[in-house]
């Protein structure tokens, strides 16, 4: 199949990126006193590439915690608030699914609000719900280290004392997310944790950003069990396009290796239970803190180009046989799903 071939069908469904670190590179940016920053740097990508939705996530850099956690998240909640104002006729904020068609028929990018790592809330479990009334409507428990809530998942074998699983504050936190209806997010959580979640768990639970771990070894993947016990929730796991994920070294982290995770994915979970995540890193690796790049095994790369090349993408599913329906399920309705009233 051709490029226009993809780019039609594009246009068509709903494409829904499951994760997206976007907000931190747009509040930096405007301090230094730019606006329009999505309009200018990230709008052209995203019409290039098909996207309809983008999950937003609020990031914080471990140069920043714990004392400046809660202040820098809500700086890029208001950094998204600022640049949909600035930009109403292009850009728009997605509560939930019913939004997410909303802005695909106006043709808007939609931002839904996510967070990755716990740590703006503290040990402030009131402060979820300030977060959900902001539009937060994904929690992904941890980054790649330890909070008040669980323990992270390190991206390779890492010097630590005994791993915690869900800590008694976490408890609290799953349940008054399931009361707000704040979907959980186990993408960068430890095995122990991903269990205590899944036997915790009352409704669809998440991996936004995570491959096969029996394709790339990194712990940071979920094993077949993991994939499974997601399916089970009638949840949603989002494929990852960090070569660190994709691969097990640089020359095997290419388009092709990941489209082997789809796969595997897809024959273990269902083609109801996988979306994307691709977690595109290119763009802000300039602001990673020099202590949190030292950790990683090597320096990350995106396989995916950016989300202009997400064609490329499609037209490797359709050489693989996927039909239209199932495309449209992988691309986007499947996580639509999950943030449906």
């Not at 640049?83 to 997410?100: A, H, Q, T, Y």
């Not at 929730?233 to 995770?261: C, P």
């Not at 239970?273 to 595109?280: C, E, F, N, S, T």
């Not at 693989?320 to 799903?337: C, K, P, V």
Request: net charge negative.
């Amino acid at each position: 199949m051709n490029k226009n071939h993809s780019t039609n069908f594009l246009h068509k469904t709903l494409v829904i990126d499951g994760h997206f670190d976007l907000l931190m590179d747009v509040q930096i940016q405007r301090e230094k006193g730019r606006t329009k920053v999505i309009e200018t740097d990230y709008y052209p990508r995203f019409m290039e590439g098909g996207v309809n939705i983008i999950v937003a996530s609020l990031f914080v850099d471990s140069s920043f915690l714990p004392e400046m956690g809660l202040r820098k998240a809500l700086g890029q909640v208001s950094a998204l608030y600022e640049e949909v104002r600035e930009s109403p006729d292009k850009l728009m904020i997605c509560f939930n699914g019913e939004d997410m068609n909303t802005a695909k028929q106006l043709n808007k990018i939609g931002f839904l609000l996510s967070i990755e790592g716990a740590e703006p809330i503290g040990t402030d479990l009131s402060l979820l719900r300030v977060f959900y009334e902001l539009g937060v409507r994904n929690l992904g428990l941890v980054w790649s280290r330890r909070n008040a809530v669980a323990d992270g998942s390190f991206f390779h074998p890492t010097k630590e004392g005994k791993k915690g699983g869900i800590s008694s504050f976490g408890v609290k936190v799953l349940e008054e997310a399931a009361r707000l209806e704040i979907t959980i997010d186990v993408s960068h959580l430890n095995d122990e944790g991903f269990w205590d979640v899944i036997e915790m768990a009352t409704k669809p639970v998440i991996a936004s950003h995570s491959n096969a771990r029996s394709l790339c070894s990194t712990m940071r993947n979920l094993s077949d069990e993991q994939i499974k016990a997601i399916a089970k929730t009638n949840g949603v796991i989002g494929l990852n396009a960090a070569s660190m994920l994709v691969g097990e070294d640089d020359e095997r982290s290419n388009l092709e290796t990941l489209m082997y995770h789809l796969d595997h994915l897809v024959k273990v979970a269902g083609i109801e239970h996988v979306g994307l995540g691709l977690d595109l890193c290119e763009d802000f690796m300039k602001y990673i803190s020099p202590d949190d790049l030292a950790s990683l095994p090597r320096k990350p790369f995106d396989v995916i180009k950016g989300h202009q090349s997400i064609p490329k993408l499609v037209e490797g599913l359709m050489k693989r046989g996927y039909s239209e329906t199932e495309m449209e399920a992988l691309l986007g309705r499947n996580i639509q799903r999950i943030f449906m009233k």
